[in-house]
């Protein structure tokens, strides 16, 4: 690598000349929207003036420039707004809109914005090769289009100097990345494996991963407990780091325990000499050293003077950490009075790893927009861990609805009824009264086939008219519920826009006739698939994604991308699968079988004393069986999941099989919980498990909708929506028990269905030894012939 630094002129000014406070007062969402009308009515109107004069006008002028400072060469390049040029003079305009009163506006704008239109002006001198250039600023009102304009005549000498003192100010940082990469690349491209050999299928597993990047693609993995799925997703990026092929690796999780997972594998690859910087991004809620969250300069000491101190506090935290999480970063925020949760995102610019959620990646609500607020093609490889959970997630964060209560709330907190607010939340209000007496008047749920054509308009002019209350009521009592309902709102009409990308229209009632309305996200390829058109790569693996077709689907895939099972590491002798399909678990069969069901499961564990985890599909499901199992065998012990366990208590919960304990312990838990996944109960802590049923998600009219959806588009409604997400959470489930090598464990599955051909074919590759039985009796000889097969 040269020494050659590129660098826009947004981000140079941006981050060597902010100052002042964080502050949480409002910014309207359609800021940048209404930005973008003011500048291009501006930009028409110097257009106008300029061929009324015969000079000559262009907008958006791209400029790119080299500039040597010391040793670095720094390649500078923006748009500039508007450049007219004159016989013997120019003039280089950067246009702002602003809500601000002219007499607020400081003289002279602010320095950020004049330091973009220096920049400009002074590459456009060197371009051209002449020795002044006029720079202007100007701030236009949103609504009255008044401008307020600050001018003067700059040399090209003086426009050097200020250029030059830019870099100056970031030079140290440049110096730091640039060292820091030389480091980062030069340890990656020769740091070997960090452990003594490779699992079976791992160096497989790490080809697939590099070939995808280098290829370009997406790579679907499904990827057996023991695989070591994190090393090996991990350590070909590191790889192609050090060869330039990337220069950020994105490390996706949905849980903090995998996400611990992540740093661990970090940590291992600088044992072994490796040298780059990875953050873990923490939510808000858990960095802030407030109670609750207030960026507000008046209460947080670490919000006001944030932006005076945050440079220094970079600076620092990477010259002297490398593997930087919530504790670090709170360590440094602490020592420079800095707020940890922007000061994390700041420090991410400068790292080539990043660990974090989901939702800073896909949630249009969230993402990172510093990373993916382009259509570029970003040098970034993503890696998605516990994909499975992504699909559901992502139809979570693509969905959106407005509920007829929130415009009411509107209305009572507005009193004046001839308030513009109030007026378009009654508007609202009425028109979600009108589609409950037309569709819902005899049912409770309905699907509509489109999003009503003139509910947009409505909605538009409740947003305009909200903003303005918004931004002139920033203290009223009420001020964050208008603001939730004002997102709500906003977040609906984005959904509207991408209504025919898998979305589906769903009208309900629940509360009499405050009805709602929904845009279920069905199918969220496509908008994953927006995000993955931005980064070179991007790896979706889990030990559990059965059908792999079916992920690649609803994940976004392309046909040509990749698709690979890895075999399991384990011996396949150590795991016996036993399915007792005498019980019929459906819905409609449970009341009758709870009595037979917990038979099996006292059969299952009298084979062999030891800890067993028993997995069902709901707590009423679970509270059924569990109640009768306690009455019938009290000598047992059990525990029992509870809906609204604390984190604490979860903790405790497991402790209790975190241990040898004297008697058998059984743990009744739901598929798909907390427990179902995630969990690391190796060696004889956990010894097998029951899974009652197929895990089929409870059916609802949403989930009914996204069947229909499914079955249209390519008839297999009932797969995607039900048969596939309960089968995964059943694999899910039954892999708890094996969890090293030298695990010995059972599984008892029970329900008719597991025989059926259309379940078995989901069964993993590694399950070979299954052994189907016939009532309790013979699952208590079966299980326990194969615990005296194994020696226990």
Same mark, same amino acid.
């Given at each position: 690598?040269?020494?050659?630094?590129?660098?826009?002129?947004?981000?140079?000014?941006?981050?060597?000349?902010?100052?002042?406070?964080?502050?949480?007062?409002?910014?309207?969402?359609?800021?940048?929207?209404?930005?973008?009308?003011?500048?291009?009515?501006?930009?028409?109107?110097?257009?106008?003036?300029?061929?009324?004069?015969?000079?000559?006008?262009?907008?958006?002028?791209?400029?790119?420039?080299?500039?040597?400072?010391?040793?670095?060469?720094?390649?500078?390049?923006?748009?500039?707004?508007?450049?007219?040029?004159?016989?013997?003079?120019?003039?280089?305009?950067?246009?702002?809109?602003?809500?601000?009163?002219?007499?607020?506006?400081?003289?002279?704008?602010?320095?950020?914005?004049?330091?973009?239109?220096?920049?400009?002006?002074?590459?456009?001198?060197?371009?051209?090769?002449?020795?002044?250039?006029?720079?202007?600023?100007?701030?236009?009102?949103?609504?009255?289009?008044?401008?307020?304009?600050?001018?003067?005549?700059?040399?090209?000498?003086?426009?050097?100097?200020?250029?030059?003192?830019?870099?100056?100010?970031?030079?140290?940082?440049?110096?730091?990345?640039?060292?820091?990469?030389?480091?980062?690349?030069?340890?990656?491209?020769?740091?070997?494996?960090?452990?003594?050999?490779?699992?079976?299928?791992?160096?497989?597993?790490? !080809?697939?991963?590099?070939? +995808?990047?280098? /290829? $370009?693609?997406?790579?679907?993995?499904? =990827?057996? *407990?023991? @695989? %070591? &799925?994190?090393?090996?997703?991990?350590?070909?990026?590191?790889?192609?780091?050090?060869?330039?092929?990337?220069?950020?690796?994105?490390?996706?999780?949905?849980?903090?325990?995998?996400?611990?997972? !992540?740093?661990?594998?970090? +940590?291992?690859? /600088? $044992?072994?000499?490796?040298?780059?910087? =990875?953050? *873990?991004? @923490? %939510? &808000?809620?858990?960095?802030?050293?407030?109670?609750?969250?207030?960026?507000?300069?008046?209460?947080?000491?670490?919000?006001?003077?944030?932006?005076?101190?945050?440079?220094?506090?970079?600076?620092?935290?990477?010259?002297?950490?490398?593997?930087?999480?919530?504790?670090?970063?709170?360590?440094? =925020?602490?020592?420079? @009075?800095?707020?940890?949760?922007?000061?994390?995102?700041?420090?991410?610019?400068?790292?080539?790893?990043?660990?974090?959620?989901?939702?800073?990646?896909?949630?249009?609500?969230?993402?990172?927009?510093?990373?993916?607020?382009?259509?570029?093609?970003?040098?970034?490889?993503?890696?998605?861990?516990?994909?499975?959970?992504?699909?559901?997630?992502?139809?979570?964060?693509?969905?959106?609805?407005?509920?007829?209560?929130?415009?009411?709330?509107?209305?009572?907190?507005?009193?004046?009824?001839?308030?513009?607010?109030?007026?378009?939340?009654?508007?609202?209000?009425?028109?979600?009264?009108?589609?409950?007496?037309?569709?819902?008047?005899?049912?409770?749920?309905?699907?509509?086939?489109?999003?009503?054509?003139?509910?947009?308009?409505?909605?538009?002019?409740?947003?305009?008219?909200?903003?303005?209350?918004?931004?002139?009521?920033?203290?009223?009592?009420?001020?964050?519920?208008?603001?939730?309902?004002?997102?709500?709102?906003?977040?609906?009409?984005?959904?509207?826009?991408?209504?025919?990308?898998?979305?589906?229209?769903?009208?309900?009632?629940?509360?009499?006739?405050?009805?709602?309305?929904?845009?279920?996200?069905?199918?969220?390829?496509?908008?994953?698939?927006?995000?993955?058109?931005?980064?070179?790569?991007?790896?979706?693996?889990?030990?559990?994604?059965?059908?792999?077709?079916?992920?690649?689907?609803?994940?976004?895939?392309?046909?040509?991308?990749?698709?690979?099972?890895?075999?399991?590491?384990?011996?396949?002798?150590?795991?016996?699968?036993?399915?007792?399909?005498?019980?019929?678990?459906?819905?409609?069969?449970?009341?009758?079988?709870?009595?037979?069901?917990?038979?099996?499961?006292?059969?299952?564990?009298?084979?062999?004393?030891?800890?067993?985890?028993?997995?069902?599909?709901?707590?009423?499901?679970?509270?059924?069986?569990?109640?009768?199992?306690?009455?019938?065998?009290?000598?047992?012990?059990?525990?029992?999941?509870?809906?609204?366990?604390?984190?604490?208590?979860?903790?405790?919960?497991?402790?209790?099989?975190?241990?040898?304990?004297?008697?058998?312990?059984?743990?009744?838990?739901?598929?798909?919980?907390?427990?179902?996944?995630?969990?690391?109960?190796?060696?004889?802590?956990?010894?097998?498990?029951?899974?009652?049923?197929?895990?089929?998600?409870?059916?609802?009219?949403?989930?009914?909708?996204?069947?229909?959806?499914?079955?249209?588009?390519?008839?297999?409604?009932?797969?995607?929506?039900?048969?596939?997400?309960?089968?995964?959470?059943?694999?899910?489930?039954?892999?708890?028990?094996?969890?090293?090598?030298?695990?010995?464990?059972?599984?008892?599955?029970?329900?008719?269905?597991?025989?059926?051909?259309?379940?078995?074919?989901?069964?993993?590759?590694?399950?070979?030894?299954?052994?189907?039985?016939?009532?309790?009796?013979?699952?208590?000889?079966?299980?326990?012939?194969?615990?005296?097969?194994?020696?226990?």
């Amino acid at each position: 690598m040269d020494k050659t630094v590129f660098i826009s002129v947004r981000n140079l000014v941006e981050f060597v000349m902010r100052s002042g406070d964080i502050t949480s007062g409002y910014v309207s969402a359609k800021r940048m929207h209404e930005g973008t009308v003011v500048h291009q009515k501006i930009q028409k109107k110097r257009k106008a003036e300029a061929k009324l004069h015969g000079f000559i006008y262009m907008d958006e002028v791209p400029f790119k420039c080299g500039i040597k400072f010391r040793d670095f060469e720094f390649v500078l390049e923006g748009r500039a707004d508007c450049v007219i040029e004159r016989t013997g003079a120019v003039s280089i305009e950067e246009i702002k809109s602003t809500y601000k009163d002219p007499e607020a506006i400081k003289e002279g704008g602010e320095p950020v914005h004049l330091a973009q239109a220096m920049c400009y002006a002074f590459m456009y001198t060197l371009e051209h090769d002449i020795n002044e250039a006029e720079v202007i600023v100007t701030y236009a009102h949103c609504e009255t289009l008044l401008e307020t304009t600050f001018s003067e005549i700059k040399t090209k000498d003086e426009l050097k100097e200020f250029v030059t003192n830019l870099f100056e100010m970031y030079y140290e940082f440049a110096k730091m990345e640039y060292e820091n990469y030389q480091i980062m690349s030069e340890t990656a491209r020769v740091l070997n494996f960090p452990y003594e050999k490779y699992r079976l299928s791992q160096r497989g597993f790490m !080809a697939w991963v590099y070939k +995808a990047v280098k /290829e $370009n693609k997406k790579l679907f993995c499904q =990827a057996p *407990t023991g @695989t %070591g &799925k994190t090393i090996s997703t991990i350590f070909p990026g590191v790889k192609a780091l050090g060869e330039g092929r990337i220069k950020k690796v994105f490390y996706l999780t949905a849980k903090t325990s995998t996400r611990i997972v !992540a740093e661990e594998a970090f +940590a291992k690859m /600088e $044992n072994a000499g490796f040298r780059a910087h =990875a953050i *873990t991004l @923490t %939510g &808000k809620e858990k960095i802030c050293f407030l109670p609750a969250p207030e960026c507000n300069p008046h209460t947080c000491a670490y919000a006001k003077g944030h932006f005076d101190r945050v440079n220094d506090a970079i600076f620092d935290i990477l010259q002297n950490e490398t593997a930087i999480n919530r504790k670090t970063v709170i360590k440094y =925020a602490q020592k420079h @009075t800095v707020c940890p949760h922007e000061f994390s995102f700041d420090i991410s610019l400068f790292c080539d790893i990043i660990i974090c959620d989901y939702n800073y990646v896909y949630d249009p609500k969230a993402y990172l927009r510093r990373f993916f607020d382009n259509d570029n093609k970003n040098p970034y490889l993503i890696l998605n861990d516990e994909a499975h959970n992504l699909a559901d997630r992502a139809r979570d964060m693509f969905s959106a609805e407005i509920k007829r209560e929130s415009f009411k709330a509107v209305k009572k907190t507005v009193s004046s009824k001839k308030s513009a607010f109030y007026k378009s939340a009654a508007k609202a209000d009425s028109f979600l009264g009108e589609l409950y007496n037309t569709h819902l008047s005899e049912e409770k749920f309905v699907k509509l086939n489109r999003v009503p054509e003139e509910l947009a308009d409505i909605l538009t002019n409740f947003i305009t008219n909200a903003d303005k209350w918004l931004a002139a009521n920033q203290t009223a009592p009420n001020f964050d519920e208008m603001l939730e309902v004002y997102f709500e709102v906003l977040d609906f009409l984005r959904a509207a826009e991408n209504f025919s990308a898998g979305y589906v229209c769903l009208l309900s009632s629940r509360f009499g006739k405050n009805s709602r309305l929904k845009l279920k996200c069905a199918d969220p390829s496509y908008l994953l698939s927006q995000t993955q058109k931005k980064v070179t790569a991007s790896v979706y693996f889990s030990a559990t994604m059965t059908p792999i077709d079916y992920f690649k689907n609803v994940l976004g895939g392309n046909e040509d991308d990749f698709c690979v099972y890895a075999p399991s590491p384990f011996n396949e002798e150590n795991l016996r699968v036993f399915i007792d399909g005498t019980i019929s678990t459906k819905y409609k069969d449970r009341p009758a079988c709870y009595e037979k069901i917990a038979e099996d499961i006292y059969a299952f564990t009298r084979a062999k004393r030891g800890n067993y985890f028993v997995f069902f599909s709901s707590y009423e499901f679970l509270y059924s069986v569990a109640e009768i199992f306690n009455v019938k065998y009290p000598q047992v012990n059990t525990a029992s999941q509870n809906k609204d366990m604390t984190e604490d208590e979860r903790d405790g919960f497991l402790q209790k099989f975190g241990v040898l304990n004297e008697q058998t312990l059984i743990g009744f838990l739901v598929l798909g919980g907390v427990f179902s996944e995630g969990v690391d109960l190796a060696g004889d802590k956990l010894i097998g498990a029951v899974v009652a049923g197929v895990g089929l998600p409870l059916i609802t009219k949403e989930t009914d909708m996204i069947a229909d959806y499914f079955g249209k588009t390519n008839g297999r409604g009932f797969e995607y929506a039900y048969m596939y997400p309960g089968m995964n959470k059943v694999l899910q489930a039954a892999g708890r028990v094996i969890r090293h090598e030298t695990d010995i464990g059972a599984l008892l599955l029970i329900d008719t269905r597991f025989l059926s051909g259309d379940y078995r074919k989901l069964f993993p590759p590694h399950w070979r030894h299954i052994k189907v039985t016939q009532g309790s009796a013979e699952v208590w000889r079966a299980a326990a012939q194969f615990w005296a097969e194994k020696g226990k």
